[in-house]
C-alpha cells in the first residue's frame, strides 16, 4: 500500500512538473472535456490530441505495463490452480471440481472424517439441547460419500496448502493492479487539467490590461499595458 501510495506521489508529481513546462501553447481550438474522456478511456490519448507526444507515449507506457503484470499474475494464479487441484485428484482422491470452501477444508484436514468431527462439535455447541437438529446441521455442513477425501501423505497436503495460498496470492496480486489502472487514469487526467489552466493562465496573461497609477497627491495616469 505504501509503495502505491508512493508511486502515485510521483506520477502526480511529474504530471504536475511536465505541465507546467509544456502545456499552455496551441489549445484554443482543443475541448478539455473530449481530452479528459479520452484521458478517462485510455491514458495517454487525451495527451494526444493536444499535442503533447511525450507525454502521451509516458502514459502509454504505464498503461501497457499495468496490463502485461495483470495478465501475468492472472496466468499464474491460473496455472496454480489448476496444480493444486490437480494434486487433490491424484493424492487426495477428489474428483471433479469442487467449490472453493471445499479446497480450504482438504487443505486443513486429513480426511473428510476429521472434518465432519470439527462440524459435529459446531452442532453441538449451536443446538446443546436438540440432537435432531445437531444430526442435521452435520448433513448440512459436513462432507459425506463422493465428497470424502483422504491425503495418503501428509507432505503432499502441505504441498497443496502451499499452492493454493500462491495461486490466490496470485489473483490478489492481479486485482491490485488494477488499481494502478485507476490510478493512471486519474494521473493523466490531471496532467490535461493541469494542461487547460496553465494555458488558460497564459492567454490571459498576453491580454492588454487597463492599469492605473498615481502621479502625485491629486493626479493619476490610466494606460493600457501587454506584455511582448
Same mark, same amino acid.
Given at each position: 500500500m505504501r509503495t502505491g501510495l508512493r508511486f502515485a506521489g510521483v506520477l502526480v508529481a511529474v504530471a504536475v512538473m511536465a505541465s507546467a513546462v509544456? %502545456? %499552455? @501553447? %496551441?489549445l484554443q481550438d482543443k475541448s478539455m472535456g473530449k481530452a479528459l474522456l479520452l484521458s478517462l478511456i485510455l491514458p495517454g490519448t487525451g495527451q494526444e490530441y493536444i499535442g503533447s507526444q511525450r507525454r502521451a507515449r509516458s502514459m502509454w507506457t504505464a498503461e501497457t505495463a499495468v496490463w502485461t503484470t495483470y495478465v501475468l499474475f492472472t496466468v499464474q494464479g491460473g496455472n496454480r490452480e489448476d496444480k493444486y487441484k490437480e494434486m487433490a485428484g491424484m493424492f487426495a482422491d477428489v474428483s471433479g471440481n469442487r467449490d472453493d470452501g471445499y479446497y480450504q477444508a482438504i487443505a486443513f484436514y486429513t480426511t473428510n472424517y476429521d472434518y465432519n468431527i470439527d462440524v459435529r462439535r459446531e452442532a453441538r455447541y449451536i443446538y446443546p439441547y436438540d440432537p435432531a437438529l445437531q444430526d442435521q446441521y452435520v448433513l448440512d455442513h459436513g462432507y459425506f460419500g463422493d465428497d470424502a477425501w483422504e491425503w495418503d501423505d501428509v507432505g503432499r497436503q502441505l504441498e497443496f496448502r502451499n499452492t493454493r495460498t500462491a495461486s490466490k496470492e496470485s489473483y490478489r496480486r492481479a486485482t491490485l493492479t488494477l488499481g494502478f489502472a485507476v490510478l493512471n487514469r486519474m494521473v493523466s487526467m490531471i496532467d490535461v487539467? &493541469?494542461?487547460?489552466? &496553465?494555458?488558460? @493562465?497564459k492567454r490571459l496573461s498576453s491580454f492588454p490590461r487597463l492599469k492605473v497609477e498615481q502621479q502625485d497627491r491629486e493626479g493619476f495616469r490610466v494606460y493600457l499595458s501587454t506584455p511582448f
Open positions: 509544456q %502545456g %499552455g @501553447e %496551441g487539467y &493541469l494542461t487547460f489552466k &496553465l494555458s488558460d @493562465e
